[in-house]
C-alpha cells in the first residue's frame, strides 16, 4: 500500500533507502488515532448527536455566554499585557548584556515547568488581601484575588514564555548593520523601531499573541484557585465543563467544550491570515 | 562570560550610537521595567511556594510529606509519568523517522494533527476520555460487562496524561531529523548497516541530546498536568490522587502548609528541569533544533 501508485507519476511517498516507513508510519498513526483522534471524534459525535436546538439551547445559556466571555476576555487581556511586557523583556534579553542574563532568560521557561495548580495557588496567596502583593493594592482598592483581575494575572504568569519565546529568535535574527544604514542615512532612534524593526517583528509578536491568547483560553489549573470562581462573574468556560461533567450533565459538558474547540479554531484561523497579510505587507 | 557582540554596543560615535541603540535612561527604564516584570510574575511566585511550605518550621514540612497520602500521591505520579513519557518517546522517534526521513503524501497534516494536543485545553482532554469510558461513555457499557475498569483509575489517568504531553518528544525530533538529513542513514546501510544497527549506532546518537531535551519537557508537563488528570481522576484519596491534585485537595483544606509542601516538591522539579534544560541549550545547542520556541 505504501508504494502503490494511484496514478501514473503520483507515487504515495518518495523512493528511499532508507527502511521502516510502514513500520514507523504505521506506529505512528495507530497511536494517533487511538490516543488523540478517536476520542476527539467521540467528542464531536456526541455533540452532533445532541440536535442542533438542543446544542444552541446550551450555548446560548447565559451562564455559559458568560463563562465563555469571560476565558476569551480575559485571555485576550492576558495576551496583549504579554505582548507589551513580553516584547521588551525579549528585547532586554536579546539586546542588552547585564550579569544574571542567562538566569533570567531561564527564568522565562518556569511557567511551562512549574505545575499549573502550584502557580494557582502561589498566584492566589501572593494577591490574596493579606498577601505580600495584595496587601499593598488593598489600600488602593485593588481586588486581585478572587476577582477577574486575578484570572488575567494568571493568564499573565501561563502565558509569558509564548510571547518571549516566540519573538526572542527573530530578535537575534536582526541584522544590526540595517539599523546602521538607516542610522547613517539619518534616521532617528525612534524611527528605526517603527520603520524597520516592528514591521519585521510584527508576525512574531501576532504569532505570541495567538499562543498566549489559545493557552488561555483553555487554561484551568491556574485560574480556578484565584478566580473566585463566581457563575456569571468569574467563572471560566473550563470550569464550567468541569461543573457540568460533575452534575453528570454530560450534554451541556459536550457542547461547551464543542463551542470552546470551534471558537479557537476559527480565532488560530483568523491569526494565521492577519499573519500571512503581515508577511506580504512587510515580507 | 566573554561576549565580542558587546563591543557593537558600545557608542563608538556619539550620533550615529543614538540611532542604533537606545539613550542610556531609555536602557536603564527598559530593563527596569523587564526585572520588575519577571520579578512579580515569576520570581515571586516561585518565593511564595517555598516561603509557605517552610512557614511552620522544617519538622511541620516533613511531617507533611511523609503522610501516607501524600506519599501514596508521590508514588502514583512517578508511576503515570512512568508510563507515558516511554509510550510517548517511542511515539515521538517513529513520527519523526516517518516524518524528517521520508517524502510521502499527507505529510504536512500528519504534522499540524500531532501538535492538537497543544491546542485543546487541558480539561477537554480530560472529558473525551469520560466521553469514551464513562458510564453514559460510548464504550461504558461494554467496560462495565467485561469488568474493565478505566476511568477513575489509573489508565484513565495514563491515557489523559499521554493526550496533554502528545507532542513533546515529536516536535523536538521532527526539526532536528530534519535538519540532520539522510547521509549518514545512507551511508551507514551502503556500508551494510541493517535497518536496526542504522537507527542504534547512526541516528540516535546524532539526535540523543535533542531527544533528552524533549523528554525533559514531556516529563515536566507529565508530572504536573493537573486539569486533564483531575477530570479523569475521581480524586480518590491515597489511590487516584496524583501530586497536582493532591495540592489541590490540601489547599482546599486550608492545609496551606501542607499543600505549599507538596507543591514545593513540583516546583523543585520544575527547578531541576529549566538547570537541565539550560545546560542542554548551552553546551548542545546546536544538536538541538528547536530550542527556542516551546
Same mark, same amino acid.
Given at each position: ?138 489600600? &488602593?482598592?485593588? =481586588?486581585?484575588?478572587?476577582? +477577574? @483581575?486575578? !484570572? #488575567? /494575572?494568571? *493568564?499573565?504568569?501561563?502565558?509569558? $514564555? ?67 470562581? &463566581?457563575?456569571? =462573574?468569574?467563572?471560566?468556560? +473550563? @470550569?464550567? !465543563? #468541569? /461543573?457540568? *461533567?460533575?452534575?453528570?450533565?454530560? $450534554? ?32 | ?294
Amino acid at each position: 500500500m505504501t508504494t502503490a501508485p494511484a496514478q501514473a507519476g503520483w507515487r504515495f511517498r518518495q523512493p528511499s533507502v532508507i527502511p521502516g516507513f510502514g513500520l514507523m508510519l504505521g506506529f505512528s498513526l495507530a497511536y494517533l488515532t487511538l490516543i488523540i483522534l478517536i476520542p476527539l471524534s467521540g467528542l464531536v459525535w456526541r455533540s452532533a448527536a445532541l440536535g442542533w436546538a438542543d446544542f444552541w439551547a446550551i450555548v446560548i445559556d447565559r451562564r455559559t455566554i458568560n463563562a465563555l466571555g469571560i476565558s476569551f476576555g480575559a485571555a485576550f487581556a492576558a495576551a496583549v499585557v504579554n505582548v507589551v511586557f513580553g516584547t521588551i523583556v525579549a528585547w532586554v534579553l536579546v539586546r542588552y548584556r547585564f550579569p544574571g542574563r542567562r538566569i533570567a532568560d531561564a527564568m522565562v521557561d518556569l511557567p511551562f515547568a512549574l505545575p499549573t495548580a502550584v502557580a494557582g495557588i502561589a498566584l492566589t496567596t501572593l494577591y490574596a488581601p493579606n498577601g505580600w502583593i495584595g496587601k499593598l493594592l488593598m489600600p &488602593l482598592g485593588i =481586588k486581585v484575588a478572587y476577582t +477577574p @483581575l486575578g !484570572i #488575567v /494575572i494568571a *493568564l499573565v504568569f501561563i502565558g509569558l $514564555p509564548f510571547v518571549v519565546r516566540t519573538v526572542q529568535p527573530i530578535m537575534e535574527e536582526i541584522d544590526k548593520e540595517v539599523e546602521e544604514v538607516a542610522a547613517t542615512l539619518g534616521a532617528s532612534r525612534f524611527q528605526i523601531i517603527t520603520r524597520i524593526l516592528f514591521p519585521g517583528l510584527a508576525p512574531a509578536i501576532i504569532t505570541g499573541f495567538a499562543l498566549a491568547f489559545a493557552r488561555g483560553v483553555g487554561e484551568y489549573g491556574s485560574v480556578i484557585f484565584i478566580a473566585g470562581n &463566581l457563575p456569571y =462573574k468569574s467563572e471560566i468556560a +473550563p @470550569l464550567l !465543563i #468541569v /461543573i457540568r *461533567l460533575e452534575e453528570y450533565n454530560y $450534554p451541556a459538558a459536550t457542547a461547551i467544550a464543542t463551542i470552546m474547540l470551534a471558537l479557537s479554531f476559527v480565532m488560530l484561523l483568523v491569526v494565521n491570515l492577519v499573519q500571512s497579510w503581515s508577511r506580504k505587507r512587510y515580507g | 562570560m566573554a561576549d565580542p557582540e558587546i563591543k557593537s554596543y558600545e557608542p563608538y560615535h556619539e550620533s550615529l550610537s543614538a540611532a542604533v541603540t537606545e539613550s542610556r535612561p531609555v536602557r536603564a527604564a527598559l530593563m527596569i521595567v523587564a526585572f520588575a516584570f519577571l520579578g512579580v510574575f515569576l520570581l515571586l511566585p516561585l518565593i511564595v511556594v517555598f516561603n509557605e511550605a517552610f512557614a511552620k518550621g522544617i519538622g511541620t514540612y516533613t511531617e507533611a510529606l511523609a503522610s501516607p497520602d501524600t506519599r501514596s500521591a508521590i508514588r502514583l505520579t512517578l508511576l503515570v509519568a512512568a508510563i507515558s513519557v516511554p509510550l510517548n518517546i517511542v511515539f515521538g522517534i517513529s513520527a519523526a523517522w516517518a516524518i524528517a526521513k521520508f517524502e510521502f503524501t499527507g505529510k504536512a497534516f500528519l504534522t499540524t494533527l500531532i501538535d492538537l494536543p497543544f491546542s485543546v485545553s487541558p480539561v477537554i482532554s480530560g472529558l473525551v476520555y469520560v466521553l469514551l469510558f464513562g458510564a453514559q461513555g460510548l464504550l461504558g457499557a461494554w467496560l462495565k460487562a467485561h469488568g474493565i475498569v478505566i476511568l477513575f483509575a489509573v489508565p484513565g489517568i495514563v491515557l489523559a496524561t499521554i493526550f496533554v504531553t502528545f507532542p513533546f518528544v515529536a516536535r523536538e525530533l521532527i526539526p532536528l531529523m530534519q535538519e540532520q538529513g539522510n547521509g549518514d542513514e545512507e551511508a551507514a546501510l551502503s556500508l551494510g548497516a541493517n535497518g536496526s544497527q542504522t537507527f542504534w549506532y547512526v541516528t540516535l546518537p546524532n539526535v540523543k541530546w535533542g531527544l533528552l531535551y524533549g523528554v525533559l519537557l514531556c516529563n515536566a508537563r507529565a508530572m504536573g498536568e493537573f486539569g486533564a488528570v483531575s477530570v479523569v481522576s475521581g480524586h480518590i484519596r491515597g489511590l487516584t490522587n496524583t501530586m497536582p491534585l493532591h495540592v489541590e485537595i490540601l489547599y482546599n483544606e486550608y492545609n496551606a502548609v501542607a499543600a505549599f509542601a507538596v507543591a514545593s516538591l513540583l516546583a523543585g522539579l520544575a527547578l531541576v528541569t529549566l538547570v537541565l534544560k539550560t545546560l542542554l541549550e548551552m553546551r548542545y545547542g546546536a544538536e538541538i533544533a528547536a530550542v527556542r520556541g516551546h
